[in-house]
Structure formats: structure tokens, C-alpha cells
């Protein structure tokens, strides 16, 4: 019988160990081997790579090593983005979560934290360079109010790319103030919602867009930059509903690539793991997977 959560976990981009957690096992992480690759100098950037998938019904998370010469950023997210607590609780501002980011320790985590009964995965990708790595985030509070976030100059090195999605919960009430339910992201097919890093040709801009609700929506994104040799390109493709699609990104060797964007919702069957926009490679070769309507953007440098 199929597990009620699925946890994985791959250690490089070339050797990959699936792990099928049954009431809660989890692997070892190869900590030595990871940080030991992760020191290279910049001369030697991208020549670590590894990849890890990370998928739960619970608030959980996965220490996937050192943030120190090492970045990591998302390569894909799935399942069911419903916020935490929305009907459950009075005034609810718990959201539901996913993706990349560092820990008390300074390690770099994946993590998840679905609604209950709900489930969500994140997939993400580390480099072993840190190298001018710039960290930000934006809300669609900031996005109404600003406009897209303008994280830095668009040059030849600086490649950008997600690191996660928060979908907070926000009440709605009536003319007298009683809260008569929730509204939330990424659940709206007809005015889907979208986050999404991108070179305008002049600077890397985050962007936080909200499709044309009948009710408030509250989501956060983040994001991460850091040098690259070469850009290798960007992508994007969008699934039918229902469907799935594949395109084929870079297969450079050497090259890695990483989630720039996403749109769409994202309130998949329960245990339908694959219901989601993701990035996989096998050898050189990356491919852009999506499902049900999605639209996903990717990129790639070495």
C-alpha cells in the first residue's frame, strides 16, 4: 500500500538514492561528502552539483548541508499549496509553504508545511559557488504598492532563480466585520496566479503576481542570484488541463539549471505527487516537467 507521505532524497546530480519513507523513516544525508565538494574555489564553480526532493502531509524538513561557497534554489514544486489553518481556525495566518532556505545552524534546508490532509513537495538544486550571492523577497502587498522588486543589475554572470512560495491565508469578512471565510492562492485556474524571477534586459526583478480575484490573496516568494561562467538560456511551457508536457532544456555539459517561475494552481489530488512543475536531468540532459495547466519557467548556466 502506498505510503500517506513520500520523502526523497538524491545526493548528486549523476547518482540518484531514492528513499520511500514509511511511517516517518528518513535516510542519512552525506554531509562530509557534501560540504568537502562544496569548498571549491570560483574557478571551479557548478563542477559540485546535487539534487534533492522533499515531500510530506506534515510540517517537516530536510537539512541538505552547508550554505558556506555553496548555493541551493528550487528546481520544483507540487502538490497542494492550500494555507495552513484556512477554516480551521479564527483569523488563521498560518501559510502553507515550500522550498529552499537556511536554517539556525546556516545550512541550507528543503522544507514543506502543507495544510492537514493536504500534501506538498519541493525539489531543489545546490551549486558549489556562492559567489556575489544575493538573497531577496517579495509579497503581493509590495507588488501592488511597487511593482516588481529590482534585484540587481543584468550582467553577463548573474543568474537567478526561486528559492520558495508562501501562500498565506486572509480573511474575508462581511459589512459587519464577521468573518465569513478564507481566500487564498494558486486555486484559481481561470485567473491563475504567479511568481517568477526574470531579466528585463536591464536588471533581475522578482515579481509577485496576483491573477483577477474576486477575493484579497496574500503570497510571498523568494529568490536567489549568484555568478555564473555562461547563461546557458531560459525556457517556458505550459501543460494542458488535464495533461501533462515535457520540454527539453539545455543538455551542455557541465550545465545546471533552475525554477524561475511558476503560474497556475496548485491543488492536486491527494498523493498525486506529480501534479507540479519541476526540473529533472538525466546525465547533460534537463528536462521542464509540468502538469494540469501549469505554466513553468526554467534556466540554466554553468
Known sequence: MFANFFKTLTLSAMVAVPLAACGGMEGPIDEAGAEEAALGQREDAFTGNWSYSWGDTQLSTLDIGTSVNRTCFLTGIGGHLRPVGAFLYSDATYPAMAGVRKNASGNYELYVQPAAGKHLIAHARCVNSAANRVEVSWTTGQQTSLGDKVIGPANGTRQCFLQDVKNFPVTLKDSNGDIYGYGWAFDDKPNPDEVRVFNDGTYWKLTAKAGVHSYP?????????????????????????????????????????????????????????????????????FTLHLANGKRGWGGCMK
Open 217 to 285: 490573496v496574500n503570497f510571498h516568494v523568494s529568490a536567489v542570484c549568484v555568478d555564473a561562467t555562461q547563461d546557458l538560456g531560459n525556457w517556458n511551457w505550459k501543460a494542458g488541463d488535464p495533461g501533462t508536457a515535457q520540454i527539453n532544456l539545455t543538455n551542455e555539459a557541465g550545465a545546471t539549471c533552475g525554477l524561475t517561475g511558476v503560474r497556475g494552481a496548485f491543488a492536486a489530488a491527494f498523493g498525486d505527487w506529480d501534479d507540479a512543475v519541476s526540473i529533472s536531468n538525466t546525465g547533460s540532459q
